[in-house]
């Protein structure tokens, strides 16, 4: 058994070490390093332009690691890491406290091995860290239902004003479980986690921070926020599936999803006790709200997750308990085993992405460098800090990098072609180095 665990947590801790895996990842990466570098604290940069679309907390938090032990990949995926890790434990006390010591471990071990969970885990982005805080407002919630004590009252709101710090409007979907467990059990008991004091309060940290954005930067930024993070989801073009969101929660929990497949038990299961109805509604109304979103990303479900594996992890611990040890020994396997095939997926799904970051960082070094039309983020973060764009002729003297389709004609305009990178991050793309005023020849690689 220790070292079945041993062997999970190097899992766990090995992706760590891995070059940046995506431009999303390199674009909360590189606002930590001109948080730490250059000072941006209080209004986050990024290339050199304040970027205030996501509140600062996670800057905050990844930037207060990074000052000390330096920018590098694995420091700043330990606030991940260890939301991750906070998370598996609040899991555990939620399914032991709702049914017993098998729910619990069975619990923490499907989310453990959800890929998703596994892959958030150990990315520089701010879905773990919302997760945390979102799972903690609605477990001290219960717990104030359970108890009566103010404390976890407290906890419940303090959780949801960080996690309004982290990603804005997002956790206000934590509201709605207690608003329905409050009109189905006729609690109002319930309703004391909606109070407008307590809500007001948990807001009011977020609320100054865009003062202080609209006060430094005036109107547009804040417009920009309202327009992309409020309404952005609702209003886009594209349009999922209602049903893209269910789907990917079973996909993701698969082969443990199976266990609804017996609807009717696990419905019974958790109208046993109002405490399971309330984790059974702290992943279904979320859920089902997200559904009418336009524009659906399954790293959004991240946050339901938690219950979601709970309510698996009861209905398995009461069907199968006479079973316990066989069951155990299963959870343990699957988990080693899809753990190992997402560490693998995890490698050979971003091969290219590694390798054309490392042929392109030796042009990095260069004193003077420019992007055309476009930023590549990772290749900011791993310049150390901004790199400006052009958007045409004249060019200054440097080096001048273009990214591309493949089979579009090299740019001829008083540039010299030095090196080409192909494929460059995916299939089809190309990373054109060029010259400008006689700068010299490409870099020894």
């Known amino acids: 058994m220790r070292a079945l665990i041993l062997v999970l947590a190097l899992l766990y801790l090995g992706p760590l070490f891995l070059p940046l895996t995506s431009v ?16 941006h604290w209080l209004i986050p940069h990024l290339n050199g ?13 990844a930037g207060a690691l990074a000052f000390p032990l330096g920018v590098s990949e694995p420091v700043l995926r330990l606030p991940s890491l260890l939301a991750a890790l906070t998370v598996l434990l609040i899991t555990f006390r939620l399914a032991e406290e709702l049914s017993g ?14 890929p998703r969970f596994y ?4 990315r520089v982005e701010l879905e773990m860290l919302l997760s945390l805080f979102f799972v903690s407002y609605l477990y001290f919630g219960l717990k104030y239902l359970e108890t009566g004590e103010r404390k976890n009252l407290f906890l419940s709101f303090l959780a949801f004003s960080l996690g309004l710090l982290t990603k804005g409007p997002f956790i206000l979907l934590a509201l709605t479980p207690p608003l329905t467990y409050a009109l189905i059990r006729k609690d109002g008991k319930a309703l004391k986690l ?4 307590g809500l007001f309060l948990s807001a009011l940290p977020v609320l100054l921070w865009y003062l202080a954005v609209y006060h430094r930067l005036g109107g547009g930024d804040f417009s920009e926020f309202v327009r992309e993070d409020l309404f952005g989801r609702l209003a886009t073009g594209k349009r999922d599936p209602f049903y893209h969101y269910a789907g990917a929660l079973l996909l993701g929990f698969l082969p443990e999803s199976l266990l609804l497949l017996r609807i009717r038990a696990f419905v019974r299961v958790h109208l046993s006790d109002p405490r399971r109805l309330f ?9 089902f709200l997200l559904s009418f979103t336009a524009a659906k990303f399954s790293k959004y479900l991240l946050s339901l997750y938690p219950f979601f594996a709970v309510s698996l992890g009861i209905s398995a611990a009461e069907w199968f308990a006479e079973r316990e040890k066989l069951l155990k020994k299963a959870a343990f396997a699957l988990s080693l085993l899809l753990l190992t095939g997402a560490l693998f997926a995890e490698i050979q799904g971003n091969a290219l992405r590694f390798s054309s970051v490392k042929r392109a960082r030796p042009y990095l070094s260069y004193p003077r460098i420019y992007f055309l039309k476009r930023e590549n983020y990772l290749l900011v973060f791993y310049r150390g800090g901004p790199i400006p764009v052009l958007e045409g002729p004249p060019y200054p003297p440097g080096i001048i990098l273009e990214e591309t389709r493949e089979g579009f004609p ?26 400008s005023g006689g700068v010299p020849g490409p870099p020894k690689l």
């Open 410 to 435: 090299p740019r001829n305009e008083g540039l010299r072609l030095i090196a080409e990178i192909k494929p460059f991050y995916r299939r089809g793309r190309v990373l054109r180095i060029y010259s």
């Open 49 to 61: 332009a304040p970027y205030v679309t996501k509140p600062p907390l996670h800057t905050w938090i």
């Open 119 to 122: 892959f958030f885990a150990h």
């Open 194 to 197: 909606l109070h407008p004091a």
């Open 279 to 287: 984790v059974l509604l702290s992943w279904f109304v979320p859920l």
């Open 24 to 39: 999303q990842e390199a674009r909360r990466a590189e606002i930590v390093q001109e948080a730490v570098r250059y000072g």
């Open 101 to 114: 010591g098998l729910a619990a471990l069975l619990s923490a071990l499907f989310l453990l091995s959800a």
